[in-house]
């Protein structure tokens, strides 16, 4: 393959790496921000809802110090202003109501938005609470906070409520600013990333690469080797630069190969010579076959001899013959095997 070519498939193998690299910082980043994204918004309402009880917590503690003065609920004198300087201080709450203790409403305050009938629905269902308490209803949330007298007893409650819009637009504005830190996180960490590919990876390999090319290079592919008087091994193509590293690795390999090699001559050796040992042994024994062969057709063609072990000597001969031609067909042993054997 060309210096080019090379070169062109160690860019495809390492831009898939930096593409794969992306991909999976990425996913994490997009997971973490989406995990950010959502602890916010439950740590933000929680928030919201603690301060804006509070603010509530406040408007009815001075409603109650007026009623401990005389004022009458019903007929409490500014409490038309009382009401819109709270709201005033409170933007995120869209409407605010005081109802008296059998669930009338005594008073209303509220922004476009504000949702009259809300109030009305809470109160018919949650006259008789005698607890702080905030209900969702669908888009809206609404703080209960029931109003004493001073010996303890309910004489009414006052209602404020907030939209759930407040807690998406804060949520909204945090996943903008989330988006714009992980797209400025991103560049900068593959920037880095890529970096580090370059100056750690990918030029320490692609010098090797460089390396083992020219090393290959310097051997004549296209001449045909020519047959040396002596009996030398032909010359191996020597690197430019002398790597230690690869050089000990090719020692301690060829040398675990001349082991094995060793090995396997020693077990053919051995077996050559079980072999030989064989062959000397079933020429022995041939040779005994053919004693036999002649002493059997002595005792056929002998004119005392018994009719009725003729059949079975002449069956003897038979077998022995076809023994002797099984034999014949093996390789004749060596001498030097024999006289050692």
Avoid at 29 to 44: D, G, H, M
Avoid at 49 to 76: C, D, N, W
Avoid at 296 to 321: V, Y
Wanted: include cysteine.
């Amino acid at each position: 393959m060309s210096r080019a070519g090379l070169l062109l498939q160690s860019m495809h193998f390492w831009i898939k790496i930096v593409i794969a690299t992306m991909t999976i910082l990425l996913s994490t980043l997009l997971l973490n921000s989406i995990l950010s994204i959502s602890s916010f918004e439950k740590v933000y309402t929680r928030s919201l809802i603690a301060t804006l009880e509070t603010a509530s917590t406040h408007l009815v503690q001075s409603i109650e110090r007026g009623v401990r003065l005389g004022k009458p609920l019903a007929a409490f004198e500014g409490m038309e202003d009382l009401l819109a300087t709270f709201l005033d201080n409170n933007p995120n709450l869209n409407g605010i109501a005081i109802t008296d203790r059998t669930g009338q409403l005594l008073y209303f305050k509220g922004t476009a938005t504000a949702d009259h009938d809300l109030f009305v629905d809470h109160v018919r269902r949650y006259a008789d609470s005698d607890t702080l308490q905030t209900q969702r209803y669908d888009q809206d949330y609404l703080i209960h906070i029931p109003l004493r007298r001073s010996d303890g007893m309910i004489i009414g409650a006052v209602l404020s409520s907030f939209s759930r819009e407040v807690i998406v637009t804060q949520v909204k504005l945090m996943a903008t600013n989330a988006l714009q830190r992980l797209g400025w996180s991103l560049g900068l960490t593959s920037i880095a990333l890529i970096v580090l590919l370059v100056f750690c990876v990918i030029r320490p390999i692609q010098t090797r690469l460089e390396r083992i090319q020219h090393g290959l290079l310097t051997a004549s592919p296209g001449a045909s080797p020519t047959p040396s008087k002596d009996t030398n091994p032909p010359n191996l193509p020597i690197p430019l630069v002398l790597d230690t590293e690869t050089i000990n690795n090719d020692i301690i390999n060829i040398g675990v190969f001349l082991q094995r090699v060793a090995l396997d001559v020693h077990s053919t050796h051995q077996s050559l010579q079980s072999m030989q040992h064989l062959l000397v042994d079933i020429a022995a024994a041939r040779h005994e076959l053919s004693l036999y062969q002649t002493m059997l057709q002595s005792w056929l063609d002998h004119p005392d001899l018994p009719a009725e072990l003729s059949p079975t000597i002449a069956e003897l001969i038979a077998d022995n013959r076809n023994t002797i031609a099984l034999l014949d067909q093996l390789p004749v042993p060596d001498a030097t095997a024999e006289v050692t054997a």
